[in-house]
C-alpha cells in the first residue's frame, strides 16, 4: 500500500477536497433525524400548548430546513462523485502509463521467460481494483468515520450511556473481519496469479490462431484454457464463500447490538430520561451507521484484491531496468563496427551460446553470418542491438564500447528486416511511419520503390490510404518482406540488418527479395549485416563468418570459402544439392 500512497500524495489538494466535500455531504444528511427530533418534541409532543399558527409556522420552517439541508448534501455528493472519478481515472491511467513505459525500458531477457499477456492483464487489473478501492475508501469508510463521529457526539449530548453502547459493535465488526481476511487475502493472491496466467495464455492461442486452427487444436486449446477458469472460479466461490460468513457474522451482530440499543433507549423513555425526539433521531441514525458498516465485507475484498494487485504491480516496478551508462558517449553517424572476443551465456546454460566472437566491419560494407541452425547466428544479432549484454569481451560502435554507449542510440541508426515480418492493422502509410512518424509521403512512395513494391503500390487503389489485411488488400510473403525492407529503409539508417529475411519465402520470391536486398547494400552507404540459413542469399558480401556452435570457424568470400572445402563448402554442396 506505500506504493499506492505515493500516487496519492501527488493529488492529495483533489482528495483532500473530495473529501470535505464527503464531510459536506453526510453531515448535512445526518441534520435530517435532528430536525425531526425537534418537530416531535416541540410541536408534535406540545400540540395543546400551541397554536394553530405556532405549529404551521414552526414545523413549516423545519420543513423548509430538511430541504435544504437534502439539497447541500445532493450538490455536495455530485460533486464528490465527480472528482473521486477524476482522482481514480487520472491515477488509475498514470499507473498503467508507469507500468507500461517501466515494462517496456526492462531488459529483453524478462520477455522471453514470460507471457506478454501477463503483464497486460496485471497493469489493467491493478488499474481496475485502485479505482474500486479508492471509490470504497471514500464512499463508504470516510463517510461512515464522519458518520460515527457526529452520531457519538450527539449521542452522549443526549445520554452518556447511549454513545458506549451505540459504538460496541465497531471492536466486534473488526475482530470478525481480521478474522476472516487474512484467508480472503491468500485466496486472493492465487486468484490474481491465475488471472494473469489466463490472460498470457489466451494472448498466446489468439496470436497464434492460424496454428491452433491449422492443425484442429482448438477443442484442445478451450480445454486448457477452460481448465484455467475453472481452477479461478473454485478459488472465486471459495472466497465468496469466506466473505458470506462474514457478511451473515456482522449482520447477526449488528441485528443483536440494534436490539439492545432499542431496548436501552425504551428503558430510558420509561425512565423519563429521553424524549420520543431523541429516541425517534437515534433509532434513525442505527440505520445510517449499521448499513454502511455491514458493507465492511465488501469493502474489505476490495481491499485484499487491490493489495494483491498492486504487489504484483509493484514486482514490475521493482524488476531493474535495461542498463545505462550514467554519462552515455554522444554518438555521431555509425562508422564503425567490431566484436572483440564477445562471449554470451544465456542465465539458465552451462556453456556459452557464443564464445570469442571477433571481426570488424565499417560503413559500405557487406557482411554475413551462416551456419547451421543453433549455431548462435540469432544470438548475434541481439548482442549487436544490445537485447543481450556480453558476458566477457566487448562491442566497439565508433570506437567506443558498448558499455559506454545507450543502446537507444544505436536502435535509432537501425534498419532490421526479421524473418516474420510484423504488420500492424492499418494502412501501408500507417505501417512505413511506424518507425519514422515524420516522413513525408515522398520519403514513404520513394522507400518503397526502392525496395521494389511497385507490384503492391500497382494494385493497392488508394495508394498509401491503401488498407492491409483483410478489409483491404492482401499482400503475399514477398510483398510482406518489401514492405519490411522499404519500412527499414525509411529510417534512413546507418546500418541495416537482415535477419533470416528470406528463409519463410518459396525460392522465386527469395531470389526476388535476394535481389533487392543486393542492389540496396550495394549502393546505399551503410553497414549492411546478412543473418542467413541460405546461402545463395550472401554470396554478394565482402566478407562472410562461418559459425558452428558458437564460433567463428571460417571467414572469406563466398568464392574463397569454396576454396577451403570446409563447413561452408559442405552447406553450399547439400543446398545445391537440394536444387
Known amino acids: 500500500m506505500k506504493l499506492l500512497l505515493s500516487y496519492l500524495r501527488q493529488y492529495w489538494k483533489l482528495i483532500a477536497l473530495t473529501l470535505i466535500l464527503a464531510a459536506i455531504n453526510q453531515i448535512f444528511s445526518l441534520l435530517d433525524p435532528i430536525i425531526f427530533r425537534h418537530i416531535i418534541d416541540e410541536y408534535v409532543s406540545k400540540h395543546s400548548q400551541l397554536t394553530a399558527h405556532q405549529f404551521y409556522r414552526g414545523v413549516g420552517l423545519l420543513l423548509l430546513a430538511v430541504i435544504g439541508v437534502a439539497f447541500v448534501s445532493r450538490v455536495a455528493k455530485n460533486f464528490q462523485d465527480y472528482f473521486i472519478n477524476v482522482v481514480t481515472q487520472r491515477l488509475g491511467a498514470q499507473m498503467y502509463a508507469d507500468g507500461l513505459k517501466h515494462s517496456l525500458e526492462l531488459p529483453y531477457a524478462v520477455f522471453e521467460d514470460q507471457r506478454s499477456g501477463e503483464t497486460l492483464g496485471i497493469l489493467q487489473k491493478v488499474r481496475l481494483d485502485v479505482e474500486k478501492l479508492i471509490a470504497a475508501a471514500i464512499n463508504v469508510l470516510f463517510t461512515t468515520l464522519v458518520g460515527i463521529i457526529f452520531v457519538m457526539i450527539y449521542a452522549f449530548s443526549v445520554h452518556w450511556l447511549i454513545a458506549p453502547v451505540y459504538f460496541s459493535t465497531i471492536p466486534i465488526l473488526g475482530w470478525v473481519s481480521s478474522m476472516l481476511g487474512a484467508r480472503i487475502k491468500i485466496m486472493q493472491k492465487k486468484i490474481v496469479a491465475q488471472t494473469a496466467a489466463l490472460a498470457g495464455s489466451t494472448t498466446e492461442s489468439l496470436r497464434n490462431i492460424e496454428l491452433v486452427k491449422s492443425l484442429g487444436l482448438a477443442r484442445q486449446e478451450i480445454k486448457r484454457l477452460n481448465n484455467t477458469t475453472q481452477q479461478i472460479l473454485q478459488l472465486e466461490l471459495q472466497k465468496v464463500r469466506y466473505l458470506r460468513s462474514l457478511s451473515f457474522l456482522q449482520g447477526t451482530s449488528v441485528n443483536f447490538l440494534r436490539t439492545t440499543i432499542l431496548g436501552l433507549m425504551l428503558y430510558l423513555i420509561f425512565a423519563q430520561e429521553i424524549t420520543f425526539g431523541q429516541f425517534f433521531s437515534l433509532w434513525i441514525y442505527s440505520f445510517f451507521i449499521f448499513g454502511p458498516l455491514q458493507e465492511l465485507g465488501n469493502v474489505l475484498n476490495i481491499y485484499r484484491e487491490a493489495e494483491a494487485s498492486l504487489q504484483n504491480f509493484q514486482d514490475i516496478i521493482d524488476k531493474p531496468r535495461e542498463e545505462r551508462p550514467e554519462s552515455p558517449v554522444e554518438l555521431a553517424a555509425l562508422q564503425t563496427l567490431a566484436f572483440e572476443n564477445v562471449a554470451f551465456r544465456y542465465t539458465s546454460a552451462h556453456d556459452n551460446s557464443v564464445e570469442n566472437i571477433s571481426f570488424q566491419t565499417r560503413r559500405g560494407q557487406t557482411i554475413a553470418f551462416v551456419g547451421p541452425s543453433g549455431s548462435g547466428k540469432t544470438t548475434l544479432v541481439k548482442l549487436l542491438v544490445g537485447l543481450y549484454r556480453p558476458n566477457d569481451g566487448q562491442i566497439i560502435y565508433n570506437d567506443h564500447p558498448h558499455t559506454y554507449i545507450d543502446f537507444d542510440q544505436i536502435r535509432e541508426r537501425i534498419g532490421f528486416v526479421t524473418q516474420e515480418t510484423q504488420l500492424f492493422a492499418g494502412t501501408i502509410r500507417e505501417n512505413l511511419l511506424f518507425v519514422n512518424p515524420t516522413a513525408s509521403d515522398n520519403e514513404c512512395l520513394h522507400v518503397l520503390r526502392r525496395a521494389a513494391c511497385h507490384r503492391l503500390l500497382e494494385r493497392a487503389e488508394n495508394g498509401l490510404d491503401t488498407l492491409i489485411g483483410e478489409s483491404g488488400v492482401k499482400v503475399s510473403g514477398g510483398e510482406k518482406q518489401r514492405l519490411a525492407i522499404a519500412r527499414a529503409l525509411l529510417r534512413c539508417p546507418d546500418m541495416l540488418i537482415f535477419d533470416e529475411a528470406t528463409s519463410a519465402l518459396d525460392s522465386l520470391t527469395e531470389e526476388e527479395i535476394t535481389k533487392t536486398i543486393r542492389r ?60
Open 520 to 579: 540496396i547494400s550495394k549502393h546505399e552507404d551503410m553497414i549492411t549485416i546478412l543473418i542467413a540459413h541460405r546461402l545463395s542469399t550472401i554470396m554478394h558480401a565482402d566478407r562472410i563468418f562461418v559459425l558452428e556452435k558458437g564460433h567463428i570457424v571460417e571467414t572469406g568470400s563466398h568464392n574463397e570459402l569454396l576454396e577451403q572445402k570446409g563447413l561452408y563448402f559442405a552447406m553450399w554442396r547439400q543446398q545445391i544439392g537440394e536444387r
